[in-house]
Nanobody, 127 residues
């Protein structure tokens, strides 16, 4: 059974930092593209960061560029999202997702491209 389990969410003040983790089981994520996306209440899902299987290529949504960093440790079957300088508009449920293969660089930030999704971890940023 494939499971992606996110952790590391919480409540922080504006300007704070959080590091999210996504641990995979039942599926080796080292050879597939991985995505972090988020969904706030009443808002469409937004892909925020994607990383290639080997970790050499990343891409970010404009809304988080320069503040968020995605990384992976394939030996631990885990992907991370370091979030710095958080703002209230970053408040959302954050999910990780695993592709079935390498990244589709024509549309890498679209959650619908990804085969497995986690259950999410809540991030709340207060002003």
């Amino acid at each position: 059974q494939v499971q992606l389990v996110e952790s590391g969410g919480g409540s922080v003040q504006t300007g704070g930092s959080l590091r999210l983790s996504c641990a995979a089981s039942g599926y080796t994520v080292g050879s597939v593209c991985m995505l972090w996306f988020r969904q706030a209440k009443g808002v469409m899902r937004e892909g925020v960061a994607v990383i290639s299987p080997g970790g050499e290529t990343t891409q970010y949504a404009d809304s988080v560029k320069g503040r968020f960093a995605i990384s992976r440790d394939n030996a631990k079957n885990t992907v991370y999202l370091q979030m710095n300088n958080l703002a209230p508009e970053d408040t959302a449920m954050y999910y990780c997702a695993a592709h079935a293969q390498g990244c589709n660089w024509f549309n890498p930030l679209s959650p619908g491209e990804y085969f497995y999704w986690g259950q999410g971890t809540q991030v709340t940023v207060s002003s």
